[in-house]
Nanobody, 129 residues
């Protein structure tokens, strides 16, 4: 029922920027927590950024200050603005969603793969040195 479709990936040189989009359908994003994850070959899928509650956000230490997550509820679209990209940011990036609960979780939980129910197919980001 719920579908998430990522777009905006591509190849960029180190120091460049990209903006990823995640178009959601089948539900209202206003009632969900949403997040971006990434997975590089041979590595675990890791949380990058999440947005939840009343516009609260959290970021992985590795992207803090460089990436910004935002949600446009009227369009059911999640964004990830990525600046100052590094080769280590190269990965498949996935959009994820979860029905919002009644209580806030400890902040690190929002970057855990197991928290989310719905996933997009991913969009590739490649950063060259």
């Amino acid at each position: 029922q719920v579908q998430l479709v990522e777009s905006g990936g591509g190849s960029v040189q180190a120091g460049g920027s990209l903006r990823l989009s995640c178009a959601a359908s089948g539900y209202s994003s206003s009632g969900y927590n949403m997040a971006w994850f990434r997975q590089a070959p041979g590595k675990e899928r890791e949380g990058v950024a999440a947005i939840y509650g009343v516009g609260r956000t959290t970021y992985a230490d590795s992207v803090q200050g460089r990436f910004a997550i935002s949600l446009e509820n009227a369009k059911n679209t999640l964004y990830l603005q990525m600046n100052s990209l590094k080769p280590e940011d190269t990965a498949m990036y996935y959009c994820a969603a979860r029905p919002g609960g009644s209580w806030y979780l400890p902040r690190p939980r929002y970057l855990e793969v197991g928290l989310y129910n719905y996933w997009g197919q991913g969009t590739q980001v490649t950063v060259s040195s």
